[in-house]
Each structure stands twice: as C-alpha cells, then as structure tokens.
C-alpha cells in the first residue's frame, strides 16, 4: 500500500475490524515492514511500541486474524484492517479488546450461520439437518406448509399464533435458502436494486 502518512515514529494506528460482523476488535500499529508482511501472508502483523520488533497476532496463540482487506483513511494517517479472526482477539482471552462480543446485532444473519452449522451436524441431534437431509423438495414444501399456516392464523385474532407462525416460517424459509446454496444477503442484494430504482 503506497502513499500512507506514518507518524514521527514510522508507525501508523492500525483499527482491526471483523469483515463479517463489522465489530472493531482491536487496535495496533503498523510500520512499514509489518504492513508489507501483512498483505504478502495475509495474516496481520503489528509493530509492537514496547517490545520494539514487529509481531503477528496469533503467533503464540493461535488466534490469527485472517486479513480479507486494508484501507487508508481520508488523511492517508490510520488503516481499517477487515479481517476474520480465527479466535478470540484479546490477549486476555475476550473477543475484542474491549471486552464486547464478536456478533452482529442482526439477529437474522446471526441465526443463518446458527444454521449453516447446524445444518452440518448429525441428523440425529439437529432437526434443521434432519430436514435437509430429506432434500430441497421436502424442505419447500415445509415452507409451503408453515406459508399456509401463517395465513390461517392471519385471518383469526390470536396475535401470539401469528407471530409464531411467522417465526416458523422465517426459520424454514432460511433453512430452504441455505439447502439451495444462498443467503439471505442475496435476497437483500435483490430487495435493495428494486428498491432503488
């Protein structure tokens, strides 16, 4: 990356974002060698001010941060580093440096990757790999049939029925996105154009 402003010390702040959750993990500095060893392995690498050499997080830990992108602020003086973390990010163990939880607040995508590992497990201990395991058609026509019972209970006035069958439909309709090799995203992406024009 060519054109960064370092400091007087040849360092520049260094904000560590999960890619996914867009959570800030943590905050280091970079000089010029840790920056050109961070895009050449892909992991980050920091200098560290105390120690005076340069380290790669993860290191003794384990816990690398998988770097998917740099960007230089407006100044050209600080990094955003959007990475995924392999673990967490504080050295005392927390998620972030500090001490919040690496999740979206979005329950929705939250509740896509509870399914996406759920849909791995054994059929035996998780009804959502039961169900895929039956296949596509099985897994549509169980949207079909909770997009039936969610219009059943819309023509009555039982709001709590409702809205259960609207959590039931919502569940099984991530369950078929998944099984047919999408996400929810996409059909943001699709809802987003539309609503643009």
Known sequence: ?????????????????????????????????????????????????SRRCLWTKG????NFLRVTEILV????????????????????GQDTCWGERNRRDDFLAYLQEYLRQRLAAS??????ARLARRGVNKVA?????EAVEL?????DNNDD???????????????????KGHALEEVID???RRHEK
């Not at 290191?59 to 384990?62: D, H, I, K, Q, R």
């Not at 407006?74 to 673990?87: E, H, M, T």
């Not at 219009?151 to 023509?155: G, L, T």
Request: proline residues 4%.
């Open 1 to 49: 990356m060519e054109n960064v402003n370092y400091n007087a010390d040849g360092l520049v702040p260094a904000i560590v974002q999960d890619a996914n959750t867009r959570v800030v993990l943590m905050q280091g500095y970079m000089n010029a060698e840790a920056l050109r060893r961070t895009e050449e392995s892909g992991r980050a690498c920091f200098y560290s001010r």
């Open 59 to 62: 290191e003794t830990s384990g």
């Open 73 to 92: 602020d407006c100044d050209r003086d600080s990094l955003l580093v959007k990475a995924i973390p392999d673990g967490p990010t504080c050295h005392t």
């Open 123 to 128: 059929p035996d201990e998780s009804y959502t």
């Open 141 to 145: 026509q169980k949207v079909g049939e």
């Open 151 to 155: 219009v059943i209970e819309a023509m």
């Open 161 to 179: 029925l409702f809205l259960e069958e609207a959590a039931d439909l919502m569940y099984h309709y991530l369950v078929l996105l998944l099984v």
């Open 190 to 192: 699709v809802l987003r």
